[in-house]
C-alpha cells in the first residue's frame, strides 16, 4: 500500500529517514535498515571526514521544553567520516543485508571535492548503491553560500556532473538533488528551468532547514548555540508549511514543463502520518523524516508508516499514486481538517476533542430538559436561606 518509486528506485516503504540525524556511523545506518524505514539515507559526505562547527550546535523539541512544535535548530557543519567511509566494502555488505535500497549523501565542499567523490562511488560495485542525494543546500557551512541559492553555480555544478556521469559507461546509481527552500515564484520556475536541462536528475529532495535561524536564551542574553554568531539551519515543524509549499510549486512547474519523469521527495517538519499525507497530496512520492527521527529514534517510521496507511484506508485509497499530486484549490469548508480520524499530531487531536464537546453538550442539553420536568426545586426556599444568611452576615 505505501510502496513508492524515486527516480525509478522501488521503495516498499514511502517514508524513510532525512539525511543528518543518526545517520553518521554505519551501525546507525543499520539501525535505521531494520526498522519500518523505506529505504537507508547516509550522513552527506565530504571528501575527507570532518569534526563539523562547535558544541553546543543543535536544539530540539527536548532542549525547547518539548511544547515548540517539535521544532529544531543546528548548524552541524557536516560532521561526517568522509566519502570512503560510507562506501567501502564492509558497510556496503553490511548494508546490503538491510535488503532496503542504500542512498549516499554527498555535500563536497567544492564542486571539485563532489566530482571526485562522485568518481569515487562509480568506482565501487554499484549494485549495493543505488542512489545518489547530492545535497546543494547546506545552510551551515562557514563561508560556504548555498548553491541552492546562486542559480548560475546550481547550473555550473549540475553540467559538470552531468558531463561526469555521462561519460561513465556503466550504469550509474540514481541521481537526486537536494534543494534548499525557496520563498518566491519566480526562484520555483528558475530552479526547474536550469534542472530539466540535465537529464541526468531524477528526483529532487526538497527541503533542506531553513537557513540562518536564531534561537535566544533571553535569561543569559546570548545566542543558544555556538557557531556562526549562533544562527542555524531551521527544522522540523517549524518547516512544515514551506516544505508543503515547496513540494507543491516545484511539482506544479515540473508539470508544466511535461516533466512527471523528475521525481519529488519531501522532507521538513514530518512528525505524523498526515504531514506525510499532505506532502503526497502536495506532489511528493516519498517523505523523509529529519527531526522527528532524531527525538523520537526509529520507532518513528512504522508509527508514520501505519498513521498513513490508517489515513488512506480511512479515504479508500489503495496506493500513493491515488492521491499523489491531487491536492485541490480551496473548497467551503476545508478548514475542517479536524475530522481526520487517525493522526499524532497534538493540534489536530486538540481540534477532535473540540468536535466531540460539540456533540457531547447538545446530548447533555436534551437530557437534561427531558429529565427537568421530574425534578422539584424549591426556588423559594432556596431564596429564603440566602436572604437569611446574608442578614446574618451584616
Ligand atoms: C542535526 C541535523 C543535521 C542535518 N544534516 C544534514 C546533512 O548532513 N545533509 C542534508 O542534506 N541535510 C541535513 N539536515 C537537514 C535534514 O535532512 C532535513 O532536510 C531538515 O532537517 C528538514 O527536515 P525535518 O523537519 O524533518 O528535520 C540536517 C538536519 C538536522 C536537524
Request: aromatic content about 8%; proline content about 4%; charged content about 20%.
Amino acid at each position: 500500500m505505501l510502496a513508492t518509486k524515486v527516480g525509478g528506485i522501488s521503495f516498499d516503504c514511502c517514508v524513510y529517514n532525512a539525511s543528518g540525524p543518526k545517520t553518521n556511523s554505519i551501525e546507525a545506518l543499520i539501525k535505521i535498515g531494520n526498522t519500518a524505514a523505506g529505504a537507508i539515507l547516509s550522513k552527506s559526505a565530504t571528501l575527507n571526514a570532518q569534526d563539523g562547527n562547535e558544541l553546543p550546535r543543535f536544539i530540539n523539541k527536548i532542549d525547547l521544553g518539548g511544547n515548540y512544535c517539535n521544532g529544531s535548530m543546528n548548524s552541524e557543519g557536516l560532521p561526517n567520516q568522509g566519502i570512503d567511509y560510507y562506501i567501502n566494502d564492509e558497510a556496503l555488505s553490511q548494508i546490503k543485508k538491510c535488503n532496503k535500497p542504500y542512498i549516499v549523501s554527498l555535500s563536497g565542499l567544492t564542486l571539485n571535492d563532489n566530482l571526485e567523490m562522485l568518481k569515487r562511488i562509480f568506482n565501487r560495485p554499484l549494485d549495493n548503491i543505488n542512489g545518489i542525494e547530492l545535497n546543494l543546500a547546506c545552510p551551515n557551512i562557514v563561508n560556504k553560500p548555498v548553491i541552492a541559492y546562486d542559480f548560475d553555480q546550481l547550473d555550473e555544478v549540475l553540467n559538470e556532473v552531468s558531463k561526469l556521469i555521462n561519460s561513465v559507461k556503466k550504469k550509474t546509481p540514481i541521481l537526486g538533488i537536494k534543494l534548499a527552500p525557496y520563498f518566491d515564484p519566480s526562484h520555483f520556475k528558475k530552479a526547474i528551468e536550469i534542472i530539466i536541462k540535465y537529464s541526468v536528475v531524477k528526483y529532487i529532495v526538497t527541503t533542506n532547514t531553513i537557513g540562518n535561524a536564531m534561537f535566544i536564551d533571553a535569561e543569559l542574553e546570548c545566542a543558544a548555540i555556538a557557531p556562526r554568531n549562533g544562527l542555524g539551519g531551521l527544522g522540523g515543524g517549524y518547516i512544515k508549511h514551506t516544505a508543503l509549499a515547496n513540494v507543491y510549486m516545484l511539482y506544479k512547474e515540473l508539470v508544466s514543463n511535461g516533466r512527471t519523469d523528475i521525481d519529488i521527495v519531501g522532507v521538513g517538519g514530518v512528525h505524523s502520518g498526515l504531514d506525510a499525507f499532505e506532502l503526497i497530496l502536495c506532489g511528493a512520492k516519498a517523505a523523509q523524516l529529519g527531526t522527528c527521527h532524531w527525538t523520537e529514534n526509529g520507532d518513528c517510521f512504522k508509527r508514520v508508516a501505519s498513521e498513513l496507511k490508517q489515513i488512506m484506508q480511512n479515504k479508500g485509497y489503495n496506493s500513493i499514486e491515488d492521491f499523489r499530486g491531487k491536492l485541490k484549490p480551496y473548497m467551503k469548508g476545508s478548514k475542517q481538517i479536524s475530522k481526520m480520524s487517525t493522526t499524532s499530531n497534538p493540534k489536530i487531536q486538540d481540534g477532535k476533542s473540540k468536535s466531540l464537546l460539540f456533540i457531547i453538550l447538545p446530548i447533555i442539553l436534551i437530557i437534561a430538559l427531558i429529565i427537568c420536568p421530574y425534578i422539584s426545586i424549591d426556588f423559594a426556599g432556596l431564596q429564603n436561606h440566602y436572604l437569611l444568611r446574608i442578614v446574618k452576615n451584616n
